[in-house]
């Protein structure tokens, strides 16, 4: 997003280096859901409406259903005007999730980054934030940062990192069968059984959470 330039390669947009464009351009291009949600003192429709200058409250309302947001807000004396204290402590970091992704939703990117955007969370939440996630990369280039591997498993392509270098790459069969450091990984966060076919191929795997 250009907080900083690169001091090697490229980063290019539909072909066009990031370095060449204005930085607002660039940032109008992406959407971010981080680790720490970031929501300010106002109301969840204002939280919200940061992702899109003028939104309307039905488009509001359809980002947060599509975001599992509006469940919860229908069971809120002031709904949408429930105004929110500082650092938003008076609903839980899963439903503060929740609104971020619903804004990211709002503002419609065409590149999604995803950072630990479920590390926060309960199990039952996380379910929650996955499909909203699910649902929000539809039809977009989108970067998912994870220790959970949960969050990962579909994506085209995996980059595993240790140690701040690159190990490993490929799709989630891929790195199972190199048996490597991602599969190792894998192996910790889940007792796994693995069908294999009569070529020898993995098959999908049965999740189980370890313990």
């Known amino acids: 997003m250009r907080f900083y330039d690169i001091d090697g390669g490229a980063i290019r947009l539909d072909g066009t280096d990031t370095r060449e464009l204005p930085r607002d351009a660039v ?44 469940p919860f807000v229908r069971t809120l004396p002031d709904g949408y005007d429930t105004l929110l204290e500082e650092e938003a ?8 999730q929740l609104v971020t992704i619903a804004r ?50 579909n994506a085209d392509e995996i980059v595993v990192m240790e140690g701040g270098r690159i190990v490993e790459q490929g799709d989630h069969a891929e790195l199972l069968r190199k048996q490597g450091f991602y599969y190792r990984l894998y192996q910790s966060q889940f007792a796994e059984t693995v069908g294999v076919d009569t070529a020898g191929r993995a098959g999908p795997p049965i999740l189980q959470p370890a313990g």
């Open 27 to 70: 940032r109008r291009a992406f959407g971010m859901v981080l680790q720490d949600s970031w929501l300010f003192a106002g109301t969840i429709r204002d939280n919200i409406a940061y992702g899109k200058e003028g939104a309307t409250l039905d488009e509001i309302v359809v980002a947060a259903t599509a975001a599992h947001v509006d």
């Open 104 to 153: 990211a939703f709002l503002a419609d990117p065409s590149i999604l980054i995803l950072d630990e955007a479920t590390s926060n969370v309960d199990t039952r939440t996380e379910v929650l934030i996955q499909q909203a996630m699910a649902r929000l990369r539809h039809g977009r280039t989108s970067f998912v940062i994870a220790h959970r591997l949960s969050t990962i498993r």
């Open 89 to 96: 402590s008076n609903i839980s970091a899963g439903q503060r």
